[in-house]
């Protein structure tokens, strides 16, 4: 008996990211809360956020729609630009937020007990620069 030819294995994100795509590509132009999808693809809650994340960055290689999030909608792929700039501007807000935490809450008292550190100034110097791009970014 001759063997079957067989499909080449997907890693799973890849596979995670397929399920994930069909889902949100069935539910257009409505998008799908995190829930909806462990229910529309019978995933796991981990391998539907595995699945997002592939298609996050392999979707941009592809040049496919942007895979965005919208607390009343969900995980949605969006034709519209200004849906995709709101969405990065937030994503850009956070970032902002998180760095802002770190330069307060470990740089700054870093650079109080240890003024001549240049580890702590070189990283200093360089984060001012990002969090005012940032901020101006997010606006």
């Known amino acids: 008996m001759a063997p079957s030819p067989r499909r080449p294995a997907q890693p799973l994100s890849e596979h995670f ?3 994930v795509r069909v889902a949100l590509m069935e ?3 409505a998008g799908l ?3 909806q999808l462990v229910a529309a693809t019978r995933l796991k809650k981990s391998q539907v956020q595995r699945g997002i994340r592939h298609l996050r960055d392999v ?3 592809e040049n496919l729609t942007p895979i965005i999030w919208r607390r009343k ?3 949605i792929f969006s034709d519209d630009p200004g849906d995709w700039i709101e969405y990065e501007k937030k994503q850009l807000a956070q970032v902002l937020g998180r760095l802002t935490r ?3 809450g470990t740089l700054a008292p870093h650079l109080a007990r240890c003024p001549d550190d240049e580890w702590a100034q ?3 110097a360089q984060l001012t620069g990002v969090s005012a791009t940032l901020a101006q970014l997010s606006k």
């Open 59 to 61: 979707g941009a290689a």
């Open 102 to 104: 770190m330069i307060t």
């Open 122 to 124: 070189l990283v200093s």
């Open 27 to 29: 539910a257009r132009p």
């Open 33 to 35: 809360h995190t829930v």
């Open 73 to 75: 909608d969900g995980y």
């Open 17 to 19: 990211g397929d399920l």
